[in-house]
């Protein structure tokens, strides 16, 4: 709770508080700092964005676990070892993919929300979240490989002037 006090900071004179986050990560505990982040502030009343980017996209693919998503034969293999947020490994512990199962274990024994159940809060919160266009590309994938909560694909600078007047994070 000390994180989701200290970000009373956030609100600006002109408008309403607003937070937006980068995921650059498909790391299972960046991402759920990420989601952790967001909820905490949308459920304080913040307006918050979240722009996934490269490895970050994984977390709103509409295909969940290992799936040869993209167009051409890289795209295609990025798509499948990057696999969901159900194989999205600890950036640090991983012990080959048993790291997040121990934290997730932690998280149902403490009574904390898991990664899964953040970003179903997320979409529930109304939390707008946006894919980056220039990594989509790269990795070859369209708008229509993404969850239905993606409100748009859009590059960095229609990104920046959604957070415009906000805090940006990257995480």
Sequence with gaps: ?????NLSHLSTAEGPKKLSLIAFSG?????????????GAAALGYEVNIFFTFWGLDAIKRRTGR???GKGFLPKLFGYLMGG????P???FNFGGIGPRLFRHLM???RVATLEELV?????????LYACEMAAQVLGLQKSDFI???????GVASFLKLSEGGRILFI
Excluded: H, W, Y
């Design 1 to 5: 709770m000390e994180i989701i006090e």
């Design 27 to 39: 790391d299972f505990d960046k991402l759920t700092a990420v989601f952790t982040l967001a909820t």
């Design 67 to 69: 799936a040869f998503v």
């Design 85 to 88: 947020l159900q194989v999205a």
């Design 90 to 92: 600890c950036s640090r």
């Design 108 to 110: 149902r024994k403490n």
């Design 120 to 128: 179903e809060a997320a979409k529930a919160l109304g939390i707008r």
């Design 148 to 154: 239905p909560e993606v409100k748009e694909v859009v």
